[in-house]
């Protein structure tokens, strides 16, 4: 299965949510049903975190069974003798000592960040604007500009940046390979060392920003 495989499955599974955990907060708002919420036993922050976790469970669960389905389509098909194939049979310029099989496990983990990542990112932004089609216009607007920009290197510093972005990152020649390290309190990572990291803590930042604006919401609600 190449990395662009992977990257593909996570396109679409990118569009997907879009249209069905774009509702989770946003039907909220539309049926009129935010102000019986604050009638509720549990309160509205313990529904905050249900319907985030809804979301998280429904995209792992998504990019999970398609990434599953290609990858034993790949193997019946092309089998798995090339798993332990050194990487730089490939990509030559690549130094890290990795195999073709380590990177397809590596890159799996990470898309299955990245669809979570953007789960959360859509839930918010449809809670902030109470609507789906923000939330759909925000992931086309960034499947868009991933796939039709390039920022060349001569702006190390900001195209460093641009390959972290989660659909960058899984292009195999792009953001995945990038060469440049990461250096942290002294420390240096490679770009697929250090994405997890910084995927899982703007995740928690998006859940805390999303969680002051939902409540924020009912209190001023209509």
């Known amino acids: 299965m190449s990395g662009n495989g992977i990257y593909m499955v996570v396109l679409y599974i990118s569009f997907l949510l879009a249209v069905v955990v774009g509702r989770v907060f946003a039907e909220e708002h539309q049926r009129r049903a935010d ?15 249900a319907k985030i976790m809804a979301g998280i469970l429904f995209a792992v669960f998504a990019v999970t069974v398609m990434l599953c389905i290609v990858v034993v389509l790949t193997l019946f098909l092309y089998g798995a003798e090339g798993f332990s194939a050194a990487l730089q049979l490939v990509a030559g310029w690549y130094s890290y000592p990795l195999s073709v099989g380590e990177v397809l496990l590596i890159m799996l983990f990470i898309s299955v960040l990245v669809v979570v990542l953007t789960s959360i990112l859509i839930m918010v932004v449809s809670e902030k604007f109470c609507s789906s089609v923000a939330a759909m216009a925000v992931v086309m607007a960034v499947i868009a500009g991933s796939r039709l920009i390039v920022i ?21 020649d792009q953001g995945f390979l990038d060469v440049r390290l990461v250096s942290v309190f002294g420390r240096r990572f490679t770009s697929w060392q250090f994405a997890p990291v910084l995927y899982l803590i703007l995740g928690v930042v ?9 409540c924020r919401y009912q209190v001023q609600g209509r």
């Open 206 to 214: 998006l859940v805390l920003l999303g969680r002051r604006v939902y």
């Open 35 to 49: 102000q019986v919420i604050l009638c509720s036993r549990n309160g509205k922050r313990q529904l905050y975190y």
């Open 152 to 172: 060349p290197r001569g702006f190390p510093v900001l195209s460093q940046i641009w390959n972290f972005l989660p659909l960058n990152l899984l292009k195999l």
